[in-house]
């Protein structure tokens, strides 16, 4: 009798509303359950999930601590699962009712991914709008940027004083957009080296990127009409290991003495030994990358840096490509809409209730 | 003063000592050390890839569990040796070709919601983006910062005109913003580096000369 009446005293009040739903906008094989706190969630340590086949056998799967208000759980698609959920505490548990069935299954779009397709959608039309111009002849104007203006006079120096480029594209992916920027430069860069007869030097630290960088710069030696000149060696695979590619190259620059680095691409930790081994050799250095932790010590200690989206612009401004001016262009107008929004979104957040935020989650 | 009797701890530390003598410069130590690093380093590579994902991704499900549809990236993977080969080395082509494009596709996406819709939302004003700041009655301020900050900073990367003018004015403000955050950034990025480099001492004189605990 006195227990019942402890149990009755102390028993904690039930997670409300408890509700399971199939996951919006996934690839399937997840269940969402969500709940209001149990009005005793200050004293919780707090809420575990059980789950069941048939309404009947139910099995802890998760625990969440207070304060908490949704779980997901992994499951089978097409398959039925029943939820309960239940305040814990050291001393007693309270189970809710249990929630209707709920199947997982995958959607074929994502509505919460809808800001990112107009974005895209957007930013896609400006880039072929203007490479359609570009390709009919209308002239796209770039500013200038000093970090690309130097690269002629970079292979120029390598020409004169007779020692190689050395061009080292990071240690990023082939999907990273730096790497891609890298390599349509390092095409323009191989070009001038096949023009002049200068030997280019290209160590790679991932296997793909290196494939493609060996297509890229055999590409430019046959497009200035110089297929014989490309040395198959110029271009190779050192390591994927961070540091010892850093070692590698390091000790390429101090025993070959190239009169250029180029160092653009993705970096990490190993950008300032890069960028200060080639600057104790007196090498003109031109670096370029979108990792903000490694900007820094490049423009420290390189002569020419490419910040971030003047990468992305470089390869256009060499070149003078129609397909790459126009994509340009298209990102420049981009970022007008993107400052148009921030000011847009920022006048209707201070002067009305409306939850413009929720447009960017 | 407690020296190490273990014959991998003197191989580390006199490796890590051939590494720093590249301070004061090249020399035939530090070449061993390179040298031995890159190769350790890409045997290491090798047996990695064949062992995590060569074997239990692709070789396991098509030889030894008969997973048929796995032929096609093995084909492709397959494609990238053609290169060996100069008849038929433009095959080459055709896994770069899909690696590029399944990879750009994916990022694309991804890069948009982490560098642009993300960026607005925590710049976007709100009357409740300000309380948010936590910062006390300095909250506003900081936000407007930020907000104009983004502004003057996106102009400096407007690559259609000369920065003259009204656009001359705010890109000038904007690469000081932009400066700043490199300073920040460098600033805490050396102390990681010290922190890398007190790591390599206490090996040198604790593990290996026992001269610290």
């Given amino acids: 009798m006195t227990l019942i009446l402890l149990t009755a005293i102390f028993a904690l009040a039930p997670p409300g509303e408890v509700r399971a739903y199939d996951t919006p906008g996934d690839r399937g094989e997840a269940i969402t359950i969500e709940w209001q706190l149990s009005q005793d969630d200050a004293v919780l340590d707090g809420y575990e999930i059980y789950r069941s086949e048939d309404g009947v056998d139910f099995q802890k799967v998760g625990f969440l601590g207070r304060g908490r208000t949704n779980y997901e759980d992994e499951t089978d698609d097409d398959k039925t699962y029943f939820y309960k959920v239940a305040a814990v505490s050291n001393t007693a548990r309270t189970l809710s009712e249990p929630t209707p069935q709920v199947i997982s299954s995958p959607q074929w779009i994502n509505r919460t991914k809808i800001n990112i397709f107009i974005a895209m959608f957007l930013f896609g039309g400006f880039i072929l709008y203007f490479i359609y111009h570009a390709r009919k002849g209308k002239e796209l104007f770039i500013r200038k940027i000093a970090g690309l203006q130097a690269v002629d006079d970079a292979v120029g120096r390598a020409t004169e004083m007779g020692k190689p480029i050395l061009y080292s594209l990071g240690l990023g992916y082939v999907e990273d957009i730096a790497t891609i920027a890298s390599l349509n430069i390092l095409s323009e860069v191989a070009k001038k080296c096949a023009k002049y007869d200068t030997q280019l030097i290209c160590p790679n630290n991932r296997p793909i990127v290196y494939t493609v960088a060996r297509e890229i710069v055999k590409e430019a030696y046959t497009e200035v009409g110089r297929p014989d000149a490309f040395d198959p060696d110029s271009v190779y695979f050192l390591t994927d290991s961070q ?117 960017f989650r | 003063m407690n020296i190490s009797p273990d014959p991998w701890v003197w191989i580390a530390a006199l490796l890590s000592l051939a590494i720093f003598s590249f301070l004061y410069k090249e020399n035939p130590f530090y070449r061993i050390a390179e040298h031995l690093f890159i190769g350790v380093a890409n045997g290491y590579a090798v047996t990695f890839y064949w062992h995590n994902i060569l074997m239990p991704t692709l070789f396991d499900p098509l030889f030894r569990q008969g997973k048929l549809l796995y032929i096609i990236p093995f084909i492709i993977g397959i494609l990238y040796f053609t290169r060996f080969i100069p008849r038929i080395s433009w095959l080459v082509r055709i896994p770069i070709g899909i690696t590029i494009g399944y990879y750009v596709g994916v990022s694309v996406p991804a890069t948009t919601q982490a560098f642009i819709i993300k960026q607005i939302q925590g710049t976007v004003l709100t009357s409740t983006n300000f309380q948010a700041w936590n910062a006390g009655s300095w909250g506003i301020v900081w936000s407007v910062i930020v907000f104009i900050g983004v502004l003057c900073s996106l102009s400096y990367f407007y690559f259609s005109k000369e920065h003259k003018g009204v656009l001359g004015v705010t890109s000038r403000i904007g690469i000081v913003f932009v400066m700043i955050g490199f300073g920040a950034a460098f600033g805490y990025t050396v102390m990681a580096r010290i922190s890398l480099l007190i790591g390599r001492l206490q090996f040198l004189l604790g593990d290996w000369l026992g001269i610290i605990q």
């Fill in chain 1, 243 to 359: 540091f010892a590619y850093a070692a590698g190259v390091s000790g390429i620059m101090v025993r070959e003495k190239p009169a250029t680095n180029f160092l653009i691409g993705y970096f990490y930790a190993e950008s300032l030994i890069l960028a200060e081994t080639g600057a104790s050799t007196g090498a003109i250095q031109i670096a370029g990358t979108d990792s903000l932790a490694q900007l820094p010590f490049f423009i420290t200690a390189c002569d020419y840096t490419l910040i971030g989206e003047e990468l992305y612009a470089a390869s256009a401004y060499i070149s003078r490509e129609p397909l790459l001016l126009g994509a340009i262009k298209g990102e420049d107008w981009g970022k007008l809409i993107i400052g148009t929004v921030l000011i847009a979104a920022s006048i209707v957040g201070i002067f009305t209730k409306f939850p413009i935020l929720d447009f």
